[in-house]
């Protein structure tokens, strides 16, 4: 089947995967879920692509799990994937968390393991899932109009998209609770100051910009770049990495089950404060 929201194209060594569903900010259901995976896998493995960049389009990188389609308790065909017929689907929004994160989780595993670099160009919105895509990457560039937001304490859950991975290796412990804890939204040099960003662009150099670092890659020694990037993933303890995504996924979904994320996800659509406190 055709992707509906993920495009891809190859030109020059450059491969280019873009979320492209722009009425829903970038989010990700299940089927969006499923043919971003297939995109990265194809172009991890292709030995004819030496670099690839991610981005999303009208100045939203990717918000994360679509919280409308979750809320909406996502499709039957969806949940078959996931839960056999002979069982009745729980009570709660996990289930369905899991059918989007299942994919999303092997995409990031895919990213980290790939023999060569991958960018993400964050041109606006990075949230949630969208901000662990991102840190997944090689190379974060981002455009001065963009901003980072942990955000998932905002409706009550508790992390995932490989983000209480990634975010205490590269900022450390101290700076990632604050970001858990406090969730401050990031601008761009915010965020490079952290460490969560490689290079900051004006909004009008952005397009040429992170054609020309495609460029500079795509001519470099992809195999020893690929070389270089698994010793680093080995000292960074990245081995571990899909152990602790099925333990996102796991946390996450039992999170979704409870009272925090009905009320956070009550409060998010009806344009709210949550009020966790009387729980």
């Known amino acids: 089947m055709t992707p509906e929201h993920i495009r891809t194209a190859i030109a020059d060594g450059v491969g280019t995967i873009t979320i492209d569903r722009p009425q829903r900010f970038n989010s990700l259901d299940v089927r969006t879920s499923q043919d971003l995976r297939r995109a990265a896998l194809g172009m991890a493995r292709d030995e004819h692509v ?25 499709t039957g065909d969806d949940l078959a994937y996931l839960q056999p017929a002979a069982r009745a689907i729980p009570d709660g929004y996990g289930e369905v968390f899991k059918q989007i994160l299942e994919y999303l989780h092997s995409t990031i595993s895919e990213i980290r393991r790939a023999a060569k670099p991958f960018i993400a160009a964050v041109d606006g919105i990075a949230a949630a899932g969208g901000l662990g895509l991102a840190m997944a990457c090689d ?7 963009s901003s980072f937001e942990w955000a998932y304490s905002r409706t009550g859950l508790t992390g995932a998209e490989s983000s209480t991975f990634l975010l205490p290796r590269l900022i450390g412990l101290r700076r990632a609770l604050e970001l858990v804890l406090l969730n401050p939204r990031l601008t761009a040099a915010d965020a490079q100051r952290l460490g969560l960003v490689t290079a900051v662009y004006a909004g009008d150099e952005f397009e ?13 020694p992809t195999r ?24 996102e996924l796991e946390n996450l979904a039992r ?11 009550a409060a998010f659509f009806e344009k709210r404060e949550a009020h966790f406190s009387a729980l």
Do not use: P, W
Request: some cysteine.
């Open 208 to 220: 040429a910009r992170v054609s020309e670092l495609a460029a500079q890659l795509a001519a470099g």
């Open 255 to 265: 999170s979704a089950d409870g009272a925090e994320f009905k009320e956070g996800i």
């Open 139 to 145: 190379l974060v560039v981002a455009s001065d109009r």
């Open 224 to 247: 020893a770049f690929g070389v270089a990037k698994g010793l680093l993933n080995l000292a960074a303890g990245v081995d571990r990495l899909d152990y602790h995504l099925d333990q």
């Open 50 to 74: 030496r670099v690839v960049v991610l981005r999303g389009v009208n100045r939203v990188f990717c918000s994360g799990a679509d919280l409308k389609y979750i809320r909406g308790g996502g």
